[in-house]
């Protein structure tokens, strides 16, 4: 097998569970998205190292008293739909869920194997060996 396949096999399973289906958000710059991206790499690895075996999901490092996005890169999911004309509210609501959409790219990408799982809420759980 070649080096390019064993690499392509290993990024594929970075993910297990249920859905590993990754959805992709439009209508962000690159250097946005690699700034939200960074932000919630750090997010996991905090968690990670602080929570091991504990399941997390999106809310876990966006919601709570980290709703307030407007001085973090989140901020920008949030100002594009306020911006678009929708409500506080919707604009929320679909900030929310395409952070936990970059949040599964994220976990998709890392060099640690993340297992998944759906409910209410999608959660998340570092299957350290």
């Not at 690159?30 to 990670?48: N, T």
């Not at 970059?102 to 640690?112: A, F, P, S």
Request: hydrophobic share 40%; net charge positive.
């Amino acid at each position: 097998m070649c080096i390019f396949a064993k690499f392509f096999i290993i990024k594929f399973i970075m993910l297990i569970g249920d859905n590993i289906t990754i959805r992709t958000v439009h209508g962000l710059e690159d250097i946005d998205m690699q700034k939200i991206r960074a932000f919630l790499q750090g997010a996991v690895y905090s968690w990670c190292i602080t929570r091991k075996n504990e399941w997390f999901c999106a809310r876990d490092f966006i919601g709570g008293d980290n709703y307030y996005w407007e001085h973090y890169p989140l901020g920008v999911l949030y100002f594009r739909h306020i911006n678009a004309g929708y409500g506080h509210e919707y604009a929320f609501d679909q900030a929310a869920k395409d952070a936990g959409k970059i949040l599964k790219g994220v976990l998709q990408d890392d060099n640690r194997v993340f297992e998944t799982e759906g409910g209410y809420t999608r959660r998340y759980r570092w299957k350290n060996q």
